[in-house]
C-alpha cells in the first residue's frame, strides 16, 4: 500500500504542504480534509475585498480545487470536516454530508488554523454582530453593507483587521467608532508609534482607548445599543448606537481535535511541535495558525499566527514528509498594515517590558526622520523605534510609522534580526540612496546610528 | 599649540569628517579648505534641480557654510585651493583669491572628490557640450536649457546619470537619444534587469547600444553633428544632429594631489587606505568619491563612489582623528536609480564574469514575480536577478527592476550581503507581508528559493 499522508485544513499551511509533498513524492498518497468550501485562499486580502478593491471573492483563491486535483493529483475533499483524531489507530473520523468515516494516515498533518475570539458578552450573537476571519464571515460582511446600507459601524478591537476595516468602512461612507482595550491601537508596535497613527485615523474614526465591550443590546431605531465601560474609571458607562459590530479582538488557535488527540499544547496555547513540525505524538504535525513557532530573537516557542509561516512551515513539513527532511524557519514576527494614508510596521521585539520578561536588558529609542532626500518636495515623516539588548549590544526589534518608505525598511530589520545583528552591524549597512528612495542616511541608519550612541 | 586638522574638500566626506571630529573634540583646530563656493550638497540632486522637481539649487545645500563657521565652530575656507601637498612639512600650499599661502597639518584628510569623465575626442569643449557633476555644471546646464529651449540632446552614456537625465530632458520636451559603448545600459545590473529598462525608456527616447561618440562637430542650423560609430561593425557611421550634448561617461577619482604627494594609489586608480583611510603616508587620510573603499562580498578594495560611503567614511576618519578610533565600513556597492516608471536597484556582485575574477563559482538566476499580492488591481511585475557562489552558497549580489517595490527589497539584499548570509538564509527571511506592499512569498524569498534550489 501507498504511504498516505492526510491533511486537516485545506488553506495556506495545508496546501503548501500537499503540494511540497506532492512535488516532492510522486507515489505519496495525499488526501486534504477541507470542512468548508474554501482552500487557499488569501484571508488577508477580505478588507480589501469588503473595502472593493478586490472585485470577486473567488480572486482570493490562489489555487482552485480543480488544479489541486488534475494537477497535483491531491485527493481535496471539501465539507469534510474531521471530527476527531485517533493516534492508536493512526486514523481520523471524518463527518461528511452522508455521514462519518474513518481515515487512516501514516503521517497526518494539523494545520486547523485559527478562529476569531468571541469575547464572552451579552449580544455577541445578536444580527448585525460580525467577526471576519474566512471566507463565509467576509461574504457575510460584504452582503450585509450592500444589502442594508448602514450609517455606523463599531469595531472591537484597534489591531490590523479593525484599522483595515475602519478603511473598508469608511469607503462606505460609514460612521465607525474603535474601542480597543489596551491604552493604544496597534498595541505591541509601541506608544509612539501608535500615537501617529491615533493621530491620522482620528480623521476616519472615533476612538475608544483604554474601554471595553461590556453588552451589545438591540436598540432604538433598529440600532444596536453597545455599552462601553472604562478599564481604569468605575462608574464609566456609555451607550453608543450602531447599525452594526465588528469584532476583531484577535485570533485563537484551532486547537480543540490535538487536545482531544492528547497533542500537547504549548504555554501560548497553541500546538507545540519540534524543530520539524512534528507535535508529541509522533508522525502528526502541526503548521500554520494553529501551531507554535521559534522565535528568532528568544529562541522560544511563540504564537504570531501569521500568512507566511504558514506557507512556509507548511512546505516545509510536506518536504520532510516526502522523505528531504526540512528544519522550520523561525519567525522574527514581521508585521505590516496599512491605515489610510499610513504605513506601519513591526517586526522583533520592540515593547521592552516584553525584552524584560524574555532575559534581555532592553534599551529603546525613537527617531524621526524622512522618506527622502531632505529637499525632494515630496518627503514624507517616518517615525521609528529600535530595540536592543544593552549587554549583547544586539537589536531586538523596530517598529515604524509613515505615509510611504515604512515598508521597505521593516524587512532591513527583519533581515537583520534574521543575521542576529548587533546595532553597530545595522549602523553599517550599504542601504542604497537616490533623492527620490532616501536621504543619503537612511532613516534606519539614523536609528541605528541613535541607539549605538547610546549602548558606548 | 592646538593639534590641527586640515580638510581638502568640503563636500559630503570633508564636512562629515569635520563635523564628526569637532563633535568628539571641541578642542581641535579644524580647517576646511574649498575650492568651489559650495560645500556640503546634495549632488545627486542635480538632475532633480535641473528637472524641476527642486526649485532652488540652494536646497540642494545640507548645511550652510555660516552654520558650520558659526555653529561648528569650523574654519571652512571656501576659494581656497590646495595647490600641492608636502607630506615632509605636513603642510598644504593654498592658492585663494590675493596669493599662495602655506596651511601646516597634524592630521590631513584628502577629500577631493571625483571628476567628470571627459573622453578625448574632437569637439568635447564646444559649446553645447556639457558635463554634471558639480553644482556649478548643474546650473550651466539649467541655464542653457531655460536661455536656449534645446529641442534635441545627445546623452554620452547610459548609466545612472545619462537615465536621470533623460527623464529631466522629457520633461522639458526635448527629444533625446542616449549613446552606450556597452551592449546595454546600466551595464552592472546585467542584461536581464537593462532589457526591462531598455524596453521601457524606448517611449522617451533613442538608444544607441553598442557604439561610441568619435568626434562631436559644429553642424548646420545651429546644431552639433555627432559621428556615431559601431563597436563591431568597421564601416557603421551615424551623425544625428542635436542642439546640446551631455557628456555622462562616469567619473574618475581626483587624484592628482595625492600622486604628486607620492601616496600610494590602488588598482583601482584610487587612493589606497587602511581600515581607518589613512593613506601610504602617516597622517594623512582619504575619504570619498577620491578613495578606494573595502568591498563586503569580494574584501578587495574596490572603487565605487557613492554619496552614503562618503558620509559615513568621512565620518568615520573624523572620530579617528578626534581621539575615537573608528574602523570604516566596507560597502556591497547598494545603488538605486528611478527611470522613469521604472525602480532599478542593484547591489553586491551580481554579474557572473566579475564574480569569477573575484575567485567565486557563481551561479545567476532571474525570476519575474509581482511587487503585491496577486489579487491586488495594482500589483505590478518585478524581475530580480540573484547571484551566489556554488561552493560556500553564498549570496554575492541581486539586481532588480520594477515600477514599486524594487527600492523596497534591494536593501533586503544589501543587509543580507552585510551579514553574509547563505541563500538558505535569504529564503528563510520572515518578511513582511500585507496585500497591497507584497505577495505573501516575497520576490526576494521566491528568488532565493529558486536558487537554492539550484544549489542542492
Known sequence: MKERFVIIGGDAAGMSAASKARRENPDLQIIVLEKSS?????????PYYIKGDIKNIEDLVAITPEKFRKERNIDLRLHHEVMKINPDNKSVIVKK?????????????????????????????????????????????????????PESALIVGGGYIGMEMAEAFHVYGINSHIVELFPHVLNSFGPEIAEVVE??????????????????????????SVQLKDKKVDDYEEYPLTDMVLVAAGIAPEV?????????????????TDEYGQTSIADIYAAGDCAEVKHTVTGKPSYIPLALTANRNGRAIGSTIAGKTTKLASITGTAIVKVFQLEVATTGIVDTEIAEKNG??????????????????KSKPIKISLTA?????????????????????????????????????????????????SPVWDPVLTAARVLNSKLD
Open 199 to 224: 493621530n491620522h485615523i482620528q480623521d476616519y474614526t472615533t476612538l475608544h482607548l483604554g474601554k471595553y465591550v461590556n453588552a451589545i443590546r438591540k436598540g432604538s431605531h433598529r440600532k444596536l
Open 360 to 377: 534581555f536588558n532592553p534599551i529603546k529609542i525613537t527617531i524621526d526622520s524622512h522618506s527622502r532626500a531632505g529637499y525632494c518636495p
Open 97 to 149: 454530508n452522508d455521514g462519518e468515516i474513518e481515515i487512516p494516515y501514516n503521517k497526518l498533518l494539523i494545520s486547523t488554523g485559527a478562529r476569531a475570539v468571541k469575547p464572552d458578552i451579552e449580544g455577541i450573537d445578536l444580527d448585525g454582530v460580525f467577526t471576519l476571519r474566512d471566507m463565509e464571515s467576509g461574504q457575510r460582511i460584504k452582503e450585509y453593507l450592500e444589502k442594508n446600507s
Open 389 to 437: 539588548d544593552r549587554e549583547s549590544k544586539q537589536l531586538l526589534g523596530a517598529s515604524m510609522v509613515g505615509e510611504e518608505g515604512v515598508v521597505k525598511r521593516i524587512d532591513i530589520i527583519a533581515t537583520a534580526l534574521s543575521g542576529e545583528f548587533t546595532v553597530e552591524q545595522l549602523e553599517k549597512i550599504d542601504l542604497a540612496y537616490a533623492p527620490p528612495f
Open 38 to 46: 474554501w482552500v487557499s485562499y488569501g484571508a488577508c486580502g477580505l
Open 256 to 272: 480543540s481535535l490535538a487536545r482531544e488527540a492528547g497533542i500537547k499544547l504549548g504555554q501560548t496555547g497553541a500546538i507545540a
